[in-house]
């Protein structure tokens, strides 16, 4: 599988960028004895959206964490354009930013400074134009009104959106998305899901998501992969997917509520009396 | 036999810590203003507390000498035991205890929260490194910083030092007699001994703090232990090298 760059156009400048590829290959995690992740190898193509499902406590964090270089594997190896995502060299030639869950705002710094502060950094263009980057990433995720709030004003669902908004302002190559819709209403969670797939179509940025979303999975995806007790089960598209037949897959994907379970039944009772 | 382990561990990061933040040296001129915030929090906020602990240290020793000298006679030379007290030793020493436990704790806990809440990786996967914008500036305003505050905590010792002498009865002797022993025995080498010293403790403090900071594990809980930690290995710290320190100066 082909998994170096291609040329593609800089989401806000539009100027040439690389997407870049991502090949994770037997990557095993070990934490105090326990293995969290095992033998898992996936390659992500230049450009794509790969979405890790699975279910809480299945190291869909942890495997993410790896390819964004913040910890190293057990055993195995994370190629982010063929280079190790853990060394200060290959971030400074790749682009790749992280969504956590939480959001991680700089609490000290208002929003505007926290999006600010990778350009500044990174001494990306002059003050005006990293003001115009920041303006316009808080408008994609309707956020501006928050410009000059801090982190601890903002509530969960806009601390997400301003944690999207910096990694956009960060220009990526490759984005990786932590539960990006958790804590967002419905509204938001399809907003988001269009960021997503416009920065795929429009501006080629590869993406992984790792999400419990099964329709934003099954709607933005272009392969997806399911990750159970640290193990990767499956890798397919949306479409090979709804079309398994393997039932862990379809219960996984498909929960049923089970009418006969006791619980259920206890919970109905009180709530018919 | 995990416990030396330990501590090995620890001197190594702390050691990395350091050569890590120094080859940032070059980025310190455009952080003029992390530099700055630094230096308020570290002088500015500590000023208050190192001038009254400062002051009382002067009026304690004046109150002591006085008291052990009366029966000799040598009354005089009260100034001379408080300029070499406050200027070799009890300055330094004491401003940096006051350091490690206003300053290092506050750069511990807020290093320990940024690290707990992911904002430290957020600034890994941005490729900024803690080590350039969180660590430098601070080493770079206690080195600052410190002689300014070890100045003032003399002055200030010294001046304590002479209300005692002039207004308790026993000691009574004038502030002209107080402060011509302190100026005659106290040189300008035991006040910059005592400012070299002071750079080391207040370095060293920053230092392990910021270290012990940005390598806090788990959740809230570890924040406070990791508090704790940093104060304490600040003091002993601050305790040995004293002794290493001055027979150095010596």
Same mark, same amino acid.
């Given at each position: 599988?082909?998994?170096?760059?291609?040329?593609?156009?800089?989401?806000?400048?539009?100027?040439?960028?690389?997407?870049?590829?991502?090949?994770?290959?037997?990557?095993?995690?070990?934490?105090?004895?326990?293995?969290?992740?095992?033998?898992?190898?996936?390659?992500?193509?230049?450009?794509?959206?790969?979405?890790?499902?699975?279910?809480?406590?299945?190291?869909?964090?942890?495997?993410?964490?790896?390819?964004?270089?913040?910890?190293?594997?057990?055993?195995?190896?994370?190629?982010?354009?063929?280079?190790?995502?853990?060394?200060?060299?290959?971030?400074?030639?790749?682009?790749?930013?992280?969504?956590?869950?939480?959001?991680?705002?700089?609490?000290?710094?208002?929003?505007?400074?926290?999006?600010?502060?990778?350009?500044?950094?990174?001494?990306?263009?002059?003050?005006?134009?990293?003001?115009?980057?920041?303006?316009?990433?808080?408008?994609?995720?309707?956020?501006?009104?928050?410009?000059?709030?801090?982190?601890?004003?903002?509530?969960?669902?806009?601390?997400?959106?301003?944690?999207?908004?910096?990694?956009?302002?960060?220009?990526?190559?490759?984005?990786?998305?932590?539960?990006?819709?958790?804590?967002?209403?419905?509204?938001?969670?399809?907003?988001?899901?269009?960021?997503?797939?416009?920065?795929?179509?429009?501006?080629?940025?590869?993406?992984?998501?790792?999400?419990?979303?099964?329709?934003?999975?099954?709607?933005?995806?272009?392969?997806?992969?399911?990750?159970?007790?640290?193990?990767?089960?499956?890798?397919?598209?949306?479409?090979?997917?709804?079309?398994?037949?393997?039932?862990?897959?379809?219960?996984?994907?498909?929960?049923?509520?089970?009418?006969?379970?006791?619980?259920?039944?206890?919970?109905?009772?009180?709530?018919?009396? | 036999?995990?416990?030396?382990?330990?501590?090995?561990?620890?001197?190594?990061?702390?050691?990395?810590?350091?050569?890590?933040?120094?080859?940032?040296?070059?980025?310190?001129?455009?952080?003029?203003?992390?530099?700055?915030?630094?230096?308020?929090?570290?002088?500015?906020?500590?000023?208050?507390?190192?001038?009254?602990?400062?002051?009382?240290?002067?009026?304690?020793?004046?109150?002591?000498?006085?008291?052990?000298?009366?029966?000799?006679?040598?009354?005089?030379?009260?100034?001379?035991?408080?300029?070499?007290?406050?200027?070799?030793?009890?300055?330094?020493?004491?401003?940096?205890?006051?350091?490690?436990?206003?300053?290092?704790?506050?750069?511990?806990?807020?290093?320990?929260?940024?690290?707990?809440?992911?904002?430290?990786?957020?600034?890994?996967?941005?490729?900024?490194? =803690?080590?350039?914008?969180? /660590?430098?500036?601070? *080493?770079?305003?206690? $080195? @600052?910083?410190?002689?300014?505050?070890?100045? +003032?905590?003399?002055?200030?010792?010294?001046?304590?030092?002479?209300?005692?002498?002039?207004?308790?009865?026993?000691?009574?002797?004038?502030?002209?007699?107080?402060?011509?022993?302190?100026?005659?025995?106290?040189?300008?080498?035991?006040?910059?001994?005592?400012?070299?010293?002071?750079?080391?403790?207040?370095?060293?403090?920053?230092?392990?703090?910021?270290?012990?900071?940005?390598?806090?594990?788990?959740?809230?809980?570890?924040?406070?232990? =990791?508090?704790?930690?940093? /104060?304490?290995?600040? *003091?002993?710290?601050? $305790? @040995?090298?004293?002794?290493?320190?001055?027979? +150095?100066?010596?």
């Amino acid at each position: 599988m082909e998994t170096s760059c291609s040329k593609t156009r800089n989401p806000f400048t539009g100027a040439e960028a690389n997407a870049v590829g991502v090949k994770v290959d037997g990557v095993s995690k070990t934490y105090a004895g326990t293995e969290v992740l095992s033998n898992i190898s996936f390659d992500v193509l230049p450009g794509e959206i790969f979405v890790l499902m699975g279910p809480s406590g299945s190291g869909k964090s942890v495997l993410l964490r790896q390819i964004a270089g913040l910890e190293l594997p057990t055993v195995g190896t994370v190629r982010v354009d063929g280079q190790d995502p853990s060394l200060e060299e290959t971030r400074d030639r790749v682009r790749l930013a992280l969504v956590f869950q939480a959001g991680a705002l700089f609490n000290s710094l208002s929003v505007y400074d926290n999006l600010a502060l990778y350009p500044r950094e990174h001494r990306s263009g002059t003050e005006a134009s990293i003001r115009e980057r920041v303006m316009h990433a808080l408008r994609i995720l309707s956020v501006e009104d928050a410009v000059s709030k801090f982190p601890s004003e903002l509530s969960g669902g806009m601390k997400k959106r301003v944690s999207i908004a910096r990694a956009l302002v960060m220009e990526p190559q490759l984005l990786l998305y932590d539960e990006p819709t958790s804590e967002l209403d419905p509204v938001m969670s399809a907003t988001i899901s269009e960021i997503i797939a416009t920065l795929k179509n429009e501006y080629s940025v590869t993406s992984i998501v790792v999400t419990h979303d099964r329709s934003l999975a099954l709607t933005i995806a272009n392969r997806v992969g399911i990750l159970m007790d640290g193990k990767l089960i499956t890798l397919g598209t949306p479409k090979e997917l709804a079309a398994t037949k393997d039932p862990a897959l379809v219960d996984f994907l498909y929960p049923k509520i089970d009418i006969q379970n006791p619980r259920f039944k206890k919970l109905e009772n009180q709530k018919t009396s | 036999m995990k416990q030396i382990n330990a501590i090995l561990e620890g001197v190594g990061s702390v050691v990395q810590l350091l050569f890590r933040s120094l080859s940032y040296t070059g980025s310190l001129p455009r952080q003029g203003a992390r530099f700055i915030e630094q230096c308020y929090m570290i002088g500015y906020t500590t000023l208050p507390i190192v001038a009254i602990l400062s002051f009382f240290i002067g009026t304690v020793l004046a109150l002591e000498a006085g008291y052990a000298m009366q029966d000799f006679g040598a009354k005089e030379f009260i100034g001379s035991l408080v300029g070499l007290s406050m200027a070799r030793e009890l300055g330094p020493m004491m401003t940096a205890v006051l350091l490690a436990g206003r300053v290092g704790s506050a750069i511990t806990a807020e290093l320990a929260s940024m690290k707990v809440y992911q904002e430290i990786d957020a600034l890994t996967t941005m490729n900024i490194p =803690a080590a350039k914008i969180l /660590v430098l500036p601070r *080493l770079a305003a206690v $080195l @600052v910083m410190m002689p300014v505050l070890i100045v +003032i905590a003399n002055i200030v010792g010294w001046f304590g030092g002479s209300v005692v002498a002039r207004y308790v009865s026993y000691v009574g002797i004038s502030p002209q007699a107080y402060f011509a022993a302190l100026r005659h025995y106290t040189k300008f080498k035991d006040v910059m001994n005592g400012m070299e010293k002071a750079e080391v403790f207040g370095f060293v403090v920053v230092l392990v703090c910021c270290d012990i900071g940005l390598n806090t594990r788990g959740g809230p809980r570890e924040i406070g232990a =990791a508090v704790t930690r940093g /104060v304490v290995v600040s *003091l002993i710290l601050i $305790l @040995v090298l004293d002794y290493f320190v001055t027979k +150095i100066l010596l």
